[in-house]
């Protein structure tokens, strides 16, 4: 086995756009979970905004649409997002605003109370960035955002990343797909 990259060392730039490009198994994956805390680097450390990326108070402000995401398929588009607005830590106040807000802005508002299991693939993505997006984070972490989107989805998300990065939000992209970045 080859070794694709050792030392790995990046900052990301406040309100940008970093696409993270390589093959199947070149670890963005991996680096992914690393920023998350969901692996622990080999050696070295991960910081969000300064903070140990294993603190909680750090990952609060990161919003993450894994490569596949997977929700209950039991419960409600709206009923799904109140629970990632509270795990996001939206107060009891705003949570209804901040769920209709993230599905507006992905186009869902009008499905809210459809079951998750009715949905598309590309649905379901979109469902997965109003998760991403409900806690209003300053890091939006993407693997693979455009999986299962036709061609107005993937204009539709790129037009949303734009307004977010206007708005200070860091926005990493991850895919193999050098057309999706570009």
């Known amino acids: 086995d080859k070794v694709l ?3 790995l060392n990046f900052k990301l730039p406040p309100a940008g756009i970093v696409g993270i490009i390589g093959p199947n198994g070149a ?3 991996t ?16 910081l969000i905004a300064g ?3 294993h603190e909680a108070d750090a990952r609060r402000s990161v919003g993450y649409l894994p490569e596949q995401p997977y929700f209950y398929d039991h419960v409600t588009v709206q009923e799904l997002l109140e629970m990632y607005a509270t795990l996001s830590g939206v107060s009891a106040g705003d ?11 992905v186009r869902m508002l009008a499905r809210k109370t459809a079951p998750m299991r009715s949905l598309s693939k590309g649905l379901v993505q979109r469902v997965g ?11 939006l972490i993407l693997d693979e955002p455009f999986s299962g989107l036709d061609p107005i989805g993937r204009r539709e998300f790129r037009e949303l990343f734009t307004e977010m990065k206007g708005h200070g939000t860091t926005i990493v992209i991850c895919t193999h797909v050098l057309k999706d970045i570009e």
């Open 51 to 53: 903070r140990p990326a």
């Open 95 to 105: 949570r209804l605003q901040a769920v209709e807000h993230a599905l507006a802005r």
């Open 129 to 139: 960035l109003a998760q991403a997006i409900v806690g209003h984070p300053k890091l």
């Open 5 to 7: 990259y050792e030392n």
């Open 31 to 46: 680096t992914i979970k690393c920023i998350l805390s969901l692996l622990r680097p080999t050696s070295g450390r991960v």
């Open 27 to 29: 670890g963005k994956t």
